[in-house]
């Protein structure tokens, strides 16, 4: 009996292997196919349809959204634990004391990923030489090509020197 099991798990093993030693994959081409055709939209474009200025303001609403809800639940959170903390008795005090931990490791976690995103902002903004994000106060961003441009410069319209772009 053992033979007869040892022989046929031998045989499926000789088979697995016949029938996958020589397979042709037909998913790859579809793939790079719609990749090649999507390089070569962006090359015949010739202009970048994602505005650098909109997404540094966007990602800084969007922090600063994120941000104050975390701030707000986080002290809703403490406060009543707080309240929970001075008003329950034995008992209660422990629940609370329970509750602390996976409270604390979440302030790190949710501050932790806030402060983790300033930070690759920061250090992106110093890498790519540039920092939409801060202006002096006499010159503006051009919303087509994003270089700074004293306003009123010429015959008090606002007409971007690198692009001719009239705002």
Known sequence: MKSKVIKTIFILIILII??????????????????DDFIKTGEQSGTSTVDDVKMADLSSYLY???????????????????????VGGAEGQAKVKEMLVPFIVGCIVVFGGFGFWKIALTVGEKI??????????????????????????????NICPMCGNQW
């Open 64 to 86: 600063s959204i994120l941000l104050s809800a975390g701030v707000i639940v986080a002290v809703v959170v403490a406060t009543v634990l707080g309240i929970q903390f001075m």
């Open 128 to 157: 790519e030489g540039a920092s939409p994000s801060i202006t002096t106060p006499d010159e503006v961003r051009c919303s087509r090509c994003g270089s700074m441009v004293k306003p009123g410069y010429m015959d008090g319209k």
């Open 18 to 35: 016949l029938v996958s030693i020589n397979t042709e994959t037909l998913a790859w081409s579809p793939i790079k196919d719609m990749g």
